[in-house]
């Protein structure tokens, strides 16, 4: 079998239509990148177009082989993990060839880089439905997060079950996606550059009493900063209310922070945020 290396679109589609050209034309991939320019130069670079047919018939067989194996596939092309196409690639050859017994040692070394990956992108996304912190703008529910994964998909379903009667979106600032919900429907689309609207005098007004409680029912006593960056990671306080700076408090019709007597200083975010990770493909279906 001849040796190539594949390029696509970055969309989860184009990904398994890599698989399944591999297979159909008899060749063993030794990379697979959605940049054609830093594509290595070591074997020949063939371009990969996307099929919806060529797709589904890949995932069809997965399903069918192992839906646990078909489900590592979806989650694992969401995940931040090095060389993520190649090693999902690999997995799937594995779990053609021998088929699914191997899932079940996560020892393996197929399996183990995928589903340790997996395992951080559903921790993240776990964290997430907690940290994530929505303003009221306009009658719209606005956030913005920083993952190191591609959660939306994943918390897409939790958001829309709990807001079903709100509209409201979730802008990665990472991925450059977000995911849009209103009137019973959502969608994950691309979105290059964001900015978030200033709070109005009420949005401010309700910042600084939802800071105010966080400040108010720590015991200054027990303080634990370790025990709370356990719980709390560090890299997730840049978009969380109560770690926020002044300006953050300070409505658009006035030039300063909505006075609320008896609200304590508070502790601002972190400076440095997350590095920004590849751009976002289309969402994995």
Same mark, same amino acid.
């Given at each position: 079998?001849?040796?190539?290396?594949?390029?696509?679109?970055?969309?989860?589609?184009?990904?398994?239509?890599?698989?399944?050209?591999?297979?159909?034309?008899?060749?063993?991939?030794?990379?697979? #990148?959605?940049?054609?320019?830093?594509?290595?130069?070591?074997?020949? *670079?063939?371009?990969?177009?996307?099929?919806?047919?060529?797709? /589904?018939?890949?995932? &069809?067989?997965? $399903?069918?082989?192992? =839906?646990?194996?078909? %489900?590592?596939?979806?989650?694992?092309?969401?995940?931040?993990?090095?060389?993520?196409?190649?090693?999902?690639? &690999?997995?799937?050859?594995?779990?053609? @060839?021998?088929?699914?017994?191997?899932?079940?040692?996560?020892?393996? %070394? #197929?399996?183990?880089? *995928?589903?340790?990956? *997996?395992? $951080?992108?559903?921790?993240?996304?776990?964290?997430?439905?907690?940290?994530?912190?929505?303003?009221?703008?306009?009658?719209?529910? /606005?956030?913005?997060?920083?993952?190191?994964?591609?959660?939306?998909?994943?918390? &897409?379903?939790?958001?829309?079950?709990?807001?079903?009667?709100?509209?409201?979106?979730?802008?990665?600032?990472?991925?450059?996606?977000?995911?849009?919900?209103?009137? /019973?429907?959502?969608?994950?689309?691309?979105?290059?550059?964001?900015?978030?609207?200033?709070?109005?005098?009420?949005?401010?007004?309700? @910042?600084?009493?939802?800071? @105010?409680?966080?400040?108010?029912?720590?015991?200054?006593? &027990?303080?634990?900063?370790?025990?709370?960056?356990?719980?709390?990671?560090? !890299?997730?306080?840049? +978009?969380?209310? %109560?770690?926020?700076?002044?300006?953050?408090? +300070?409505?658009?019709?006035?030039?300063?922070?909505?006075? *609320? =007597?008896?609200?304590?200083? /508070?502790?601002?975010?972190?400076?440095?945020?997350?590095?920004?990770? !590849?751009?976002?493909?289309?969402?994995?279906?």
């Amino acid at each position: 079998m001849n040796e190539m290396i594949y390029t696509y679109d970055g969309s989860f589609e184009g990904f398994l239509c890599c698989i399944f050209d591999s297979y159909a034309n008899k060749e063993v991939l030794t990379a697979i #990148t959605d940049d054609e320019d830093s594509a290595p130069i070591l074997f020949p *670079v063939r371009a990969i177009r996307t099929d919806s047919g060529h797709a /589904g018939r890949v995932l &069809r067989k997965l $399903h069918k082989l192992s =839906p646990y194996g078909e %489900e590592l596939v979806r989650r694992g092309f969401l995940t931040c993990m090095e060389e993520r196409e190649i090693r999902l690639y &690999r997995l799937v050859v594995k779990l053609l @060839r021998e088929g699914p017994s191997f899932l079940r040692n996560f020892s393996d %070394e #197929t399996l183990h880089p *995928v589903a340790t990956a *997996v395992r $951080h992108l559903n921790g993240e996304a776990h964290l997430l439905k907690g940290f994530l912190r929505f303003s009221d703008l306009g009658g719209i529910l /606005g956030s913005e997060i920083e993952p190191k994964n591609r959660v939306l998909p994943i918390l &897409r379903s939790h958001f829309c079950a709990r807001y079903q009667n709100e509209k409201f979106f979730i802008y990665d600032r990472v991925h450059h996606e977000a995911l849009f919900y209103a009137a /019973g429907k959502a969608v994950i689309r691309p979105l290059a550059d964001f900015q978030m609207a200033p709070p109005n005098e009420t949005e401010a007004a309700y @910042r600084l009493l939802w800071k @105010r409680f966080y400040d108010t029912v720590a015991i200054r006593e &027990r303080e634990n900063p370790k025990l709370r960056m356990t719980h709390m990671p560090k !890299r997730y306080w840049s +978009t969380m209310t %109560e770690f926020q700076d002044d300006p953050y408090f +300070t409505p658009q019709s006035s030039a300063a922070a909505v006075p *609320v =007597p008896g609200v304590p200083a /508070g502790k601002p975010a972190p400076g440095t945020p997350p590095a920004p990770g !590849r751009p976002a493909p289309a969402s994995a279906p």
